[in-house]
């Protein structure tokens, strides 16, 4: 008789969070999923949800002991720039200090250490960013970010960053409102909105960096760093106004605006725009996938939350996953 695999544990800190709940939904299905919260306690089906303080080192220790966890990725954060900018102190803490304390705990319990970067790390230039590039950042939030990827990989021996752009998708928490979720909401209640149009990023489904989290532990990836980006980059107004399309919404009330992004410094020059594109080229090529366009990603979220078909998909087969 065929003896049956043992699952692969991984151990998610910051389990409430929009990026932690969703992988959670998501790895379940292949993997033991043990996930962590500070105060905001969650009932996630089929995961062990328990309480943990990243910022006591005791208390991470005692996590990684029981759950014996062969990967540990860090979603615990202050991940709003202006949130970052009012509480400096919390965002340093959250997206650096407690990250510290799971790294070295990580070490100590031969678990990987997989943490969640962003595209706001680098300055803002008009280029396409590669994972070689210095991060330079503008911001509060890409210092503390970037500051976590350095002490990885100065520290660990067994790590993958996952630096990505913007996210997009629904809370577990219904309190806690996304930027999509709130688009969503102001559009069916008709409700008038101001939307950026000086900040060009790349926006994915967070489905997309589940998948690419899995595809890279099957692969047994190692001590990397992978940008994670759609092909194309765009401002929240143009977003804002592509939803109304593929989702077939009044676009009406989608108005231009200019956000109050608190920088640290400036680049040189007058050019008012900022670019985040990333290059997701090594990505591409180690997965053997290619990154979606944004209408790509939408036509996708579209499927995930109506149930909807789309008109004509392009699709490119790579490993065991179909990008549309």
């Not at 994670?228 to 593929?246: G, N, V």
């Not at 090529?285 to 499927?303: D, H």
């Amino acid at each position: 008789m065929t003896e049956l695999k043992e699952k692969k544990t991984i151990l998610i800190f910051g389990i409430s969070s929009f990026i932690g709940s969703n992988l959670a939904v998501f790895l379940k299905k292949d993997f033991k999923v043990v996930g962590t919260y500070y105060k905001t306690p969650v009932v996630i089906p089929g995961v062990l949800c328990i309480p943990c303080d990243v910022l006591n080192k005791e208390s991470v220790q005692l996590t990684l002991y029981t759950s014996k966890a062969d990967y540990s990725i860090y979603c615990v954060g202050v991940n709003s720039i202006i949130s970052c900018s009012e509480a400096e102190g919390l965002a340093d803490a959250l997206n650096a200090s407690g990250l510290f304390n799971v790294a070295e705990m990580c070490q100590r319990y031969k678990s990987q250490i997989c943490y969640i970067s962003q595209d706001f790390v680098f300055l803002g230039e008009d280029k396409d960013y590669l994972e070689m590039d210095i991060p330079d950042s503008a911001t509060v939030l890409g210092k503390t970010k970037s500051s976590g990827e350095f002490y990885i990989q100065k520290n660990s021996l067994n790590y993958m960053i996952f630096r990505t752009c913007h996210l997009y998708g629904r809370h577990i928490n219904p309190t806690k409102r996304t930027f999509f979720e709130n688009l969503q909401y102001n559009i069916k209640s008709s409700s008038p909105q101001s939307f950026d149009c000086y900040v060009k990023q790349g926006f994915l489904d967070v489905y997309y960096l589940c998948l690419i989290i899995k595809l890279s532990i099957e692969r047994r990836a190692q001590n990397r760093l992978i940008h994670l980006c759609s092909s194309d980059i765009m401002t929240r107004y143009e977003f804002a106004k592509l939803y109304c399309k593929i989702f077939q919404e009044n676009a009406s009330q989608v108005n231009k605006g200019r956000w109050p992004y608190p920088l640290l410094k400036l680049r040189e020059g007058t050019e008012e725009l900022w670019y985040y594109k990333l290059n997701s080229n090594n990505l591409e090529a180690f997965l053997n996938i290619y990154m979606p366009s944004i209408e790509e990603s939408l036509n996708l979220s579209l499927k995930r939350y109506n149930g909807s078909q789309s008109a004509q998909h392009k699709k490119a087969q790579g490993g065991n996953i179909s990008f549309i």
